[in-house]
């Protein structure tokens, strides 16, 4: 018989403290960085442990990225913000970028510019407890590129990360990858990190996403012919070795000139592309293997929208259109949920205006409900600026009003929040963050709303208790696990490379892809006889939260 052996998962309780923070009325925020002396900016965000939020931002005096942790009660973990890398005196950091790291803390990445001193590609690890685990000089894991302006970033799902940028010249700008391991290994081609595609032409802006296997999908905004004058998005699939599956030169994904484009997974291997040019968006489904399963039109409007995915098989978008925020439920074979064009609607209206003008909406998804946020404010004027918030469950139904939940009144700055972002916290409520131009000053704030649409934090007392499964029993037969509460999950099974070598739409030793289970204890079956003896990485994703760890096959 087969035996695995893993480490348990231990069961995880936390009891918030008594007394809540969070303002309660519309004329208060959290002050999360005004420290006038500092100009506070660019703020990335994510739900992080025990129902708190992190935020990593750039603040001047001396200019470097730190981080801050607020409590589900609104508290601040640190009196000052921490340093992301202590140990560095990086002159010129651009904004940092936030993403989980797949075990219950984050990676931050950055670049300096390169023409400042230390110039390169920068990140930094924290754990669940927000402590840095790549030490006080965190990982330089690229040399800065001329040229380059844009980066996106994702994690590997193993405590890593993928992080993609251009640059190179003024006049040759080329996308390169990187793949950072959770221990800071630079795992594809050093410093240099590796090329997307081997054209001879202008390329910008990447934008990625993992394909569950231990590899990326990238799109980008191309200018070889016969596209110089308009430009087109093309894509590249690598696999966890880095080796290009769409051919050496990537292959067209859209070839209209966009204005917007985004992806994300769609849970079986391939991607779902949302594009546009400044009118009516386009959706487009590709596979693993780079075929275009399906394309729809009028998904959603104007170069802000946004998409996000939902639970498995559907994916959200927003957006606004005239004076309402709206979204867009949609499946993975492209069918729509929600009303859309051509029904009298372009999509479900998510929140009402009234008279005022909406700016950039912001999407958040956390089982079972759609969260939103967007501001609005007086036709021609820049002031004041309504911030508001909605939840809709997966029947288009508001939770929080026509209006959504008024979270703060904007009446001083140059107008719009700057940086907006959202998320939705273990409570069942909602967490906007954004920064503020002040004359001279640049400030970061934060409101929280209840899951019933009122302000501040959770009722007092309020004990929430997250609990994951204490044991995990692996054998040649069975997989045995135990949820606190009904929820989708999924078990993968992955090699000391990254490749996923059990689960979904592969010959497999666990059941293909996530699959619906009540509380309690279950067993599924596991086979792992086709494997060879050695040392793997299982990893249960449940309840919005996953758990990696190392496992020991023995033959």
Known sequence: MNRLTLPALCALVWVAPAAAQWPTTVNENLPVATDPTRSEAYPSILPFTNGSTLVAFLHSGPLENVYQIINLNGALVYSDAQPLVPGLNLSDPYFPRVVSDST???VVAWYVSSFAPNSGYYAQRLDASGNRVWGEMGVRFGNARLGSSTFDVCPDGLGGFFYATDGGASTLSQIQAYHVGAGGELLWGGLSGIPVATTSY??????????????IFIVWKDFRPP??????????????????LWGNSGQVVHPAGPWMYQIIPD???????HCGAGGPNWAYRY????????????????????IIPGEPGFFYLGFTYGRKFYAQRMDMEGNFYWPSWGSGEVGQMMIYGGMDEPSIPCLAYRAPYLYGMAGFKPSGSAIPVYLRGQKMDAQGRRQWGDQGTLLTRITEGNGWPQSPDVVAD????????????????????????????????????????RTYP????VTARTVRFTLP??????????????????????????????????????????????????IYFVRLTAGGMSQVQKMVLLK
């Not at 497999?508 to 060879?532: I, K, M, N, Q, R």
Request: charged residues 15%.
């Open 104 to 106: 219950g803390g984050a």
């Open 202 to 215: 202008h390329q910008g802006n990447p934008f990625i996403c993992p394909d569950g296997q231990g590899g």
């Open 227 to 244: 596209y110089s004058m308009t430009t087109a998005v093309f894509g590249q699939h690598l696999d966890a070795a880095g080796n290009r």
């Open 267 to 273: 849970g079986q291997g391939g991607i779902i592309l």
């Open 287 to 306: 596979s693993e293997a780079g075929t275009q399963l399906w394309v729809r039109d009028h998904v959603s409007w104007w170069d802000l929208a946004r």
């Open 426 to 465: 273990a409570g069942g409520g909602l967490v906007g963050v954004y920064h503020l131009n002040l004359p001279g000053d640049s400030e970061i704030w934060a409101k929280r709303c209840r899951s019933d649409g009122s302000l501040g934090g959770p009722p007092s007392p309020y004990a929430p208790v």
């Open 470 to 473: 204490a044991t995990m029993e």
């Open 485 to 534: 509460q009904a929820g989708y999950v999924r078990l993968e099974v992955f090699d000391t490379a990254g490749r996923r070598v059990a689960g979904a739409r592969h010959a497999s030793p666990l059941p293909a892809g996530e699959a619906w289970y009540p509380a309690g204890t279950h067993e599924v079956t596991f086979d792992g006889s086709a494997l060879p003896s050695g």
